[in-house]
């Protein structure tokens, strides 16, 4: 009888584990979804943007009237990617780790978050308007100071409109986030449209319509005021979506908020300085006419490449707010290393279409820049290197060690930097693909056995290493084998590209599809 009773026992005990564990399962799944969903949201939005940004680089050069008005562009930009950084200063990560910490409180958080990013923005832009000559000077556009002033009013606004995006991110809204984000690029590009294209022809067949406000002469001048105009209105139309029923100023969780988010302010200069140092060295290391038309065609064909950077970004919006609010969950650590192991198909399978299929997206820009095609699959993997730092990064930011992450990344940005500085002058733009490459391998290599130590995640190492070494294996084989008919090479690595996605199928979408039966 005892026997019996023991049985079953086992037997409810046996099932309801049974039960737990398929709850798990479906939770798990459904968190998957979730995390996809906004992948997705995020990443159409992203790619949609980047993409018609790219359209702007053709435009460019054939409407600009020389190659040196485009490496003026491309300077100065990268010059504002970094002020962005700066200006934000860590507090997106922050809002979302004490919004997340301190729900109760979570519009304190943003109040303080917004009023603290405002008030250093505005005194930024003023200090900038003061000083925008010398400062001119200094980065060589003395003649033009007006333009180092539109662009760094226009990022100052950047900063400010940062934490109310970063609000709609907290707040799971990303169909909003997208929406606001594409009304930017839409914008931008009708103002570039409309000065470039639209006011020439006026000026042309009508001048009266536009002489009072239009110069024929400012040229390239015009691309500045567009950007400046367009962030001033998407900022002024996000405004309404996230407002809060009362805004309040608390100093000491602002001292708590800055002690987490300076060292992150560390890890983004250094993040942003390994993607823009070479566009910002490479008047000072290749001087003249020769070193802006090297610029040029590294910058353009960069963009390529910036389709894998625009993925880990779009996978980045939705994972930052996703890993916050799973933080101390019972299977936390198995949705991290799942994801990453997700992560990293998805980038390999954009790598491989883009190599697969870059004959037809060299198209994107023109002929002339083509030279540099080359560099393509070496910033690709250094953006996949890059993705999978960001995923590894949550161990630091998750046991409040951000100091760690500022360390990593500075030893990073050395590696990228004298990578630049000595070998930039001999080997121009291939210097720094295999520089950015060199850091952001470095880096992962470092962030992964540290985070190991202090947060243990038992990532699928065996499975990640096997599909980046069939993705190589595929890429190697289209790389030596070459049919004389273009169509025949096509349908080759189209079957290799299936094979691919079959392979992974079989090792763990049918795992998935199984668990969730």
Same mark, same amino acid.
């Given at each position: 009888?005892?026997? +019996?009773?023991?049985?079953?026992?086992?037997?409810?005990?046996? #099932?309801?584990?049974?039960?737990? *564990?398929?709850?798990?399962?479906?939770?798990? *799944?459904?968190?998957?979804?979730?995390?996809?969903?906004?992948?997705?949201?995020?990443?159409?939005?992203?790619?949609?943007?980047?993409?018609? $940004?790219?359209?702007?680089?053709?435009?460019?050069?054939?409407?600009?009237?020389?190659?040196?008005?485009?490496?003026?562009?491309?300077?100065?930009?990268?010059?504002?990617?970094?002020?962005?950084?700066?200006?934000?200063?860590?507090?997106?990560?922050?809002?979302?780790?004490?919004?997340?910490? +301190?729900?109760?409180?979570?519009?304190?958080?943003?109040?303080?978050?917004?009023?603290?990013?405002?008030?250093?923005?505005?005194?930024?832009?003023?200090?900038?308007?003061?000083?925008?000559?010398?400062?001119?000077?200094?980065?060589?556009?003395?003649?033009?100071?007006?333009?180092?002033?539109?662009?760094?009013?226009?990022?100052?606004?950047?900063? +400010?409109?940062?934490?109310?995006?970063?609000?709609?991110?907290?707040?799971?809204?990303?169909?909003?986030?997208?929406?606001?984000?594409?009304?930017?690029?839409?914008?931008?590009?009708?103002?570039?449209?409309?000065?470039?294209?639209?006011?020439?022809?006026? *000026?042309?067949?009508?001048?009266?319509?536009?002489?009072?406000?239009? $110069?024929?002469?400012?040229?390239?001048?015009?691309?500045?005021?567009? $950007?400046?105009?367009?962030?001033?209105?998407?900022?002024?139309?996000?405004?309404?979506?996230?407002?809060?029923?009362?805004?309040?100023?608390?100093?000491?969780?602002?001292?708590?908020?800055?002690?987490?988010?300076?060292?992150?302010?560390?890890?983004?200069?250094?993040?942003?300085?390994?993607?823009?140092?070479?566009?910002?060295?490479?008047?000072?290391?290749?001087?003249?006419?020769?070193?802006?038309?090297?610029?040029?065609?590294?910058?353009?064909?960069?963009?390529?490449?910036?389709?894998?950077?625009?993925?880990? @970004?779009?996978?980045?919006?939705?994972?930052?707010?996703?890993?916050?609010?799973?933080?101390?969950?019972?299977?936390?650590? #198995?949705?991290?290393?799942?994801?990453? #192991?997700?992560?990293?198909?998805?980038?390999?399978?954009?790598?491989?279409?883009?190599?697969?299929?870059?004959?037809?997206?060299?198209?994107?820009?023109?002929?002339?820049?083509?030279?540099?095609?080359?560099?393509?699959?070496?910033?690709?993997?250094?953006?996949?290197? @890059?993705?999978?730092?960001?995923?590894?990064?949550?161990?630091?930011?998750?046991?409040?060690?951000?100091?760690?992450?500022?360390?990593?990344?500075?030893?990073?940005?050395?590696?990228?930097?004298?990578?630049?500085?000595?070998?930039?002058?001999?080997?121009?733009?291939?210097?720094?693909?295999?520089?950015?490459?060199?850091?952001?391998?470095?880096?992962?290599?470092?962030?992964?056995?540290?985070?190991?130590?202090?947060?243990?995640?038992?990532?699928?190492?065996?499975?990640?290493?096997?599909?980046?070494?069939?993705?190589?294996?595929?890429?190697?084989?289209?790389?030596?084998?070459?049919?004389?008919?273009?169509?025949?090479?096509?349908?080759?690595?189209?079957?290799?590209?299936?094979?691919?996605?079959?392979?992974?199928?079989?090792?763990?979408?049918?795992?998935?599809?199984?668990?969730?039966?």
């Amino acid at each position: 009888m005892s026997i +019996f009773i023991k049985d079953i026992v086992f037997y409810l005990l046996a #099932k309801r584990s049974k039960s737990l *564990m398929s709850k798990r399962n479906i939770l798990f *799944m459904a968190e998957m979804k979730s995390l996809a969903k906004d992948t997705v949201i995020y990443g159409v939005s992203s790619i949609l943007g980047k993409f018609l $940004n790219w359209l702007l680089v053709p435009f460019y050069t054939y409407v600009l009237s020389e190659q040196a008005d485009y490496g003026i562009v491309t300077n100065l930009y990268a010059w504002t990617a970094l002020m962005l950084v700066i200006l934000t200063y860590g507090m997106e990560t922050g809002y979302f780790r004490f919004a997340n910490k +301190f729900l109760e409180k979570a519009d304190t958080v943003y109040s303080t978050s917004l009023l603290a990013v405002g008030a250093t923005s505005l005194f930024f832009a003023l200090m900038v308007l003061a000083f925008s000559q010398p400062i001119s000077n200094g980065l060589g556009y003395g003649a033009n100071p007006e333009f180092v002033a539109m662009l760094m009013v226009a990022v100052s606004i950047d900063a +400010f409109a940062s934490i109310p995006f970063a609000h709609l991110r907290f707040k799971k809204k990303p169909l909003h986030f997208a929406l606001l984000k594409m009304l930017f690029v839409v914008l931008n590009i009708t103002f570039n449209i409309f000065f470039l294209i639209v006011c020439p022809y006026l *000026m042309k067949h009508f001048p009266d319509t536009v002489s009072w406000f239009y $110069n024929p002469d400012y040229g390239v001048g015009y691309v500045f005021v567009a $950007n400046v105009m367009a962030t001033a209105l998407q900022t002024l139309i996000l405004l309404p979506f996230v407002t809060i029923k009362k805004y309040s100023f608390d100093f000491p969780l602002l001292k708590k908020i800055l002690r987490y988010s300076l060292p992150l302010l560390v890890l983004g200069i250094a993040g942003i300085i390994d993607q823009t140092i070479d566009k910002i060295l490479f008047p000072f290391l290749l001087p003249g006419h020769e070193g802006a038309t090297q610029l040029g065609i590294y910058g353009a064909t960069s963009k390529l490449a910036l389709v894998m950077l625009v993925f880990t @970004q779009a996978f980045r919006y939705a994972y930052e707010p996703f890993v916050f609010s799973q933080n101390g969950g019972k299977d936390s650590l #198995k949705s991290y290393a799942d994801a990453m #192991k997700y992560f990293v198909i998805s980038a390999l399978l954009i790598f491989l279409g883009m190599m697969f299929y870059l004959d037809i997206f060299k198209f994107i820009i023109k002929d002339t820049y083509w030279s540099g095609l080359a560099v393509v699959p070496i910033v690709l993997v250094a953006f996949i290197f @890059q993705g999978i730092y960001f995923n590894l990064s949550f161990w630091y930011k998750l046991t409040d060690r951000t100091m760690y992450g500022a360390w990593i990344s500075l030893f990073g940005t050395l590696i990228v930097i004298v990578g630049n500085v000595l070998f930039v002058p001999y080997f121009s733009y291939w210097a720094s693909a295999w520089s950015a490459l060199a850091c952001y391998l470095a880096m992962t290599a470092i962030s992964y056995f540290l985070g190991q130590k202090y947060m243990p995640v038992d990532y699928d190492l065996r499975r990640i290493g096997l599909y980046a070494l069939l993705a190589l294996a595929l890429y190697g084989l289209i790389s030596v084998l070459q049919f004389e008919n273009i169509w025949l090479n096509y349908a080759f690595r189209t079957l290799l590209m299936f094979g691919f996605l079959g392979g992974v199928f079989l090792k763990d979408a049918r795992q998935i599809l199984l668990k969730k039966s």
